[in-house]
C-alpha cells in the first residue's frame, strides 16, 4: 500500500462536541469538518462513552444558568470534570469557558468549579460598548501553547459577543488576552484543557487555526 493510501484509510479523529440545547451547533461542527475532525453531537454520559471521542467541545451562547442546569441535568457536568481532571483534550468556547469556573456574576450562580477564579460583568467607560460585540485582537501570552501554535503572539483578532469575562484565580492559566477598555482574559490553558471567549468558528481563518490545533493536540492521544 502506498503512503498516500495509508493516510487515506487513517479515520479522521472523533471529536465530541456537547448539545446542551443552547448553542448554535451547526457552526461548531462545521469548522471542525473543516479541518479534517469528524464531530459528534453528545447529549448524555452514555452517548459521549459511546462515541470513543479522542476529544470534547463545550460551546454555547446565552445565559450561563440555562448552560450549567442543562450540563447538571443531563449528567454531564460530572463527566466534563472527569474528563478535564484526566487531562483528556478539551475545548470550552463562549459560555463553555465561562462554565468552568467557580462563580459568575451573572445570576450570582455556581459554575462547574474546574477553574479557580469568576466571571463578572465588564465595566467599561461609556464609549465601550455592553455587549462586547465584534472583531478584536487577542495576544498569546503562554509561550510554546498548543492550542496557539501558528499563531501570533503579538495578536491575532477574533470574534467576540459576550457582557461577561472570566478571572482566573491564578494568572499562569492566561492564554490570552484582550484590550476592550482594559486588558481582560481572552482565553485560558492547563495542560490539555483550553477554552476560549471569542468564538474561533465565526473567526474565519485564524479561527480554523484555532479548531485546527485542538484536533491536532486530540488525535496525538
Not at 451547526?26 to 452517548?47: D, F, I, N, Q, W
Not at 465595566?123 to 496557539?148: C, D, Y
Not at 481572552?186 to 485564524?206: C, D, L, N, W, Y
Request: aromatic share 8%.
Amino acid at each position: 500500500m502506498s503512503e498516500a493510501s495509508s493516510l487515506a484509510a487513517v479515520p479522521p479523529p472523533l471529536i465530541a462536541v456537547i448539545d446542551n440545547g443552547i448553542c448554535n451547533l451547526r457552526s461548531v461542527t462545521k469548522a471542525l469538518e473543516a479541518v479534517g475532525a469528524a464531530p459528534r453531537v453528545v447529549r448524555t454520559p452514555a452517548e459521549l462513552a459511546a462515541s470513543n471521542a479522542l476529544g470534547l467541545v463545550l460551546p454555547g451562547v446565552g445565559a450561563l444558568r440555562d448552560c450549567v442546569a442543562s450540563l447538571q441535568a443531563s449528567g454531564l457536568a460530572a463527566v466534563v470534570r472527569d474528563w478535564i481532571a484526566a487531562d483528556r483534550p478539551f475545548l470550552g468556547v463562549c459560555l463553555g469557558m465561562q462554565a468552568l469556573f467557580e462563580h459568575s456574576e451573572e445570576g450570582d450562580i455556581e459554575g462547574l468549579g474546574i477553574i479557580p477564579g469568576k466571571v463578572v460583568r465588564f465595566v467599561r467607560p461609556r464609549e465601550f460598548k455592553i455587549p462586547h460585540m465584534g472583531w478584536n485582537t487577542v495576544r498569546f501570552v503562554q509561550p510554546g501553547s498548543a492550542l496557539a501554535a501558528g499563531l501570533a503572539e503579538d495578536g491575532e483578532a477574533f470574534y467576540f459577543v459576550h457582557s461577561f469575562h472570566c478571572v482566573p484565580a491564578d494568572p499562569a492559566l492566561v492564554l490570552g488576552e484582550c484590550d476592550y477598555g482594559g486588558v481582560f482574559c481572552a482565553s485560558v490553558a492547563r495542560g490539555r484543557m483550553f477554552a476560549t471567549q471569542f468564538h474561533p468558528e465565526k473567526s474565519q481563518a485564524k479561527g480554523l487555526k484555532i479548531y485546527r490545533n485542538f484536533v491536532t493536540v486530540a488525535a496525538a492521544g
